[in-house]
Structure formats: C-alpha cells, structure tokens
C-alpha cells in the first residue's frame, strides 16, 4: 500500500472522534455536515452527522459520496434534500471540471434518494436496486413528508422522483478509467441496499450493510440471519481494503465486521438464549447491549433492536 495512502486513512480514521451525535454542523457555510474529503485519490465523500437527521444537520446523515473518472463523475447517494444535493453538487465543481453523468441511490430511504429530484433536473441518469424504486413508489410521498417536516424551509424544490434506470444482482460498467459494479449482495439492512465496489483499488462504498460508528437500525422488515449470511457469504469474500459505510467515517473490513456481523451475532445470542430461558417481549428489550454502548444512536435503537430481534426470532 503506498505510503500517502496509508496516512490519508490514517488521518481520517482519526477523526473518528468528531463523529458525536452531539456536534449540530461541522461545515456551517454549507447544507453539507461536513466538507468532502478524498478518501483515496479520486474517491471522495461527504460524510455526515451519526444522529438522526435534522433541521441543525440538514439531514446529511449518511455519507455523500462521489467517485471522478476522467470521463465524468458518479455519485453515490442523491441527498436528503435538493438544496442538499446542490451543495454537494457545488463541492464537486470546486474540485473538478468533469461532468456528473451518474447517480447511485444506495437504498430507497429519503436521505439517499429524495436529493435525486435535483440531479434529474441536471438530466443526471439516477441508477437503483428494483427493490430500492419499489419503496420508493410505495412510500416516496410519506417519506418526504417526513423530510418536509424537520427540514421546513430546507426542504424547498425537493420532490419524488423515479430512478431512469434500475438492476436487480448487479450492474457492471466502465465510466473513463474505473470500472464500477454496482451490486445487491442479497438481504440486509432494508429493502434495495446497495454496494459499489471498484475493485482496482480494492474500495467498497458500502452503503448500509456496513456500520461502525453508529449503532445499525433494525427495521421491522429486516431479517438479521439473512444480514449475517449476505455479509459471510457474499461481502466479506471481496475483502475490501477501504470501506466507505453508510454513516461513519471510511474505515476498513474489520471495524465494519466488529460493530456490525458481530453486533448482529451478539445481539441474536443475547436474544435466544432470553427465548430458550421463556422470556417474553417485554424482558428481551433489557437483554444485556452495555458492549456496544460506545455506537451513536445506541440510546435511541439498542431496545427497538431487541424488541424486533425477539419477534423474528420467536419464530424461527
């Protein structure tokens, strides 16, 4: 690995720190939490608050991403917002020329797709898993209602848009000098979730099969065993050298297996051995989490995930 590489990682795994759900905005003359920053040469990532969204954040709280070619720009994850998407489409042409040609939404919740009505005016091409355009047609308006209402003025111009081009395994093209495969590696966080991996520099942007700075939210949908097998079986094969999660900083493979594969494994003995002793629902959200307490958002989803764990489980 070369040595200004290895020091780029370095510098930005330091900041780990900064990742607390207690800083409002870290990049106050922009919508964007925080200034882009090139993880590796030519990849780079706006990365955002590891709170939930809000007015203060402006909803950047997962990682803008965007990856400079030589023939045109792709970027992963349109935004919460169209001002947002804006922002970060304003720090691109700070730092190159080049043209946006696409954009990839890494699931369908708002915060990576609803910045999408702002890159559609740009005539950007918007790529999506079909599941991820599936919940998007389903719930898009219920999803930026929820937006319209932390994000009031913030929220202006933003609207639902259709992806113009969706894959359901994997989406493999050449964009001038890098090759991308844009792939589903099976069931995870939710619906439609995405991974970009550039394997000539071993670079996975990983979207929200990957935490490590933030605790991973348990969706009613979610099916923890599937996560854990999608990760054994199809993600952690590629062994990626650098990982851009869906929230947090760019990190690599073990810090995303700790707090994530290992965070699930834990939490499903935690709630299996609650089951096997006869526990009902109301014990398995005081099933023992102290472990993972140093991830952001634990207070706000260490007891949801209990809860949803014991009623997958109960019936398997």
């Known amino acids: 690995m070369k040595p200004f590489i290895i020091a780029a990682m370095t510098g930005l795994l330091a900041q780990t ?20 920053v090139e993880v590796i040469p030519h990849v780079f990532s706006a990365i955002g608050a590891t709170a939930p969204p809000t007015y203060e ?25 169209a001002r947002l998407a804006a922002a970060l489409h304003d720090e691109i042409k700070a730092v190159t020329d080049q043209p946006v040609k696409l954009v ?6 708002g915060h990576a797709m609803l910045g999408n009505s702002y890159w559609a005016d740009q005539g950007v091409e918007i790529l999506m898993h079909v599941d991820a355009a599936h919940e998007i047609e389903e719930n898009g308006d219920f ?20 992806p113009t081009q969706t894959f359901e395994a994997q989406q493999v ?27 000539q520099w071993s670079m996975m942007i990983a979207g929200d099969i990957a935490f490590h700075e933030r605790m991973p939210p348990i ?11 999608t990760w054994e079986q199809a993600f952690e094969p590629l062994n990626p050298t650098y990982v851009i999660p869906g929230h947090g900083h760019p990190t690599n493979l073990a810090q995303v297996r700790r707090y994530t594969r290992d965070y699930l494994v834990d939490l499903r ?48």
């Open 173 to 199: 093209f050449t964009m001038g000098d890098v090759e991308f495969h844009v792939l589903h590696l099976g069931p995870a966080h939710g619906p439609g979730d995405t991974q970009v991996w550039i394997p």
């Open 269 to 316: 003995q935690k709630v299996g051995a609650h089951i096997d002793e006869g526990g009902d629902l109301a014990g398995a959200y005081y099933v023992d989490q102290e472990r993972w307490r140093v991830l952001d958002t634990f207070d706000e989803l260490a007891t949801k995930n209990a809860g949803r764990v014991y009623e997958e489980m109960e019936w398997e």
């Open 104 to 109: 990839i939404s890494e699931n369908g919740q």
């Open 57 to 81: 954040n402006s909803g950047h709280n997962n990682n803008l991403s965007f990856v400079i070619t030589g023939d045109g720009v792709v970027v992963v994850n349109g935004g919460a917002s």
């Open 143 to 162: 999803i930026l209602q929820g937006m319209q209402r932390y994000n009031r003025d913030k929220a202006e111009g933003t609207r639902v848009v259709p």
């Open 219 to 229: 969706f009613p949908d979610t099916c923890t065993s599937c996560w854990i097998e």
């Open 17 to 36: 720190a900064l990742a607390s759900e207690d800083i409002a905005d870290q990049y106050p003359q922009s919508e964007l939490y925080e200034k882009p």
